[in-house]
């Protein structure tokens, strides 16, 4: 049944994702750290900070995006749906 609870399952992706993309945000912050030291000759691009996560509740799949906007905002999207079962 589509119509289940979802609450837990989308919390726990919302949660993982943001924590993947706060990481990446940490990385790049120390990446324009070291860019902008005198010491270094090298200009490394920042990584693109999104992440996907899947929530599951046992007859479908949830695919999410996460991404980070404003240097503030976590954004959380739904991409897709799919059934797990076929009855």
Known sequence: D???DWSSDVCSS?????SCVN?????NQL???CNNSNNNSI???PVNSISFGIAVNGSEARLYVTW???????HTAIIDS???QDR
């Open 82 to 84: 799919f059934l797990l």
């Open 14 to 18: 919302d949660l993982a994702s943001a």
């Open 2 to 4: 589509s119509t289940g």
């Open 43 to 45: 200009d490394a691009k």
């Open 23 to 27: 990481i990446i945000e940490r990385f």
């Open 68 to 74: 980070r906007h404003d240097e503030i905002k976590y």
């Open 31 to 33: 990446l324009r750290k």
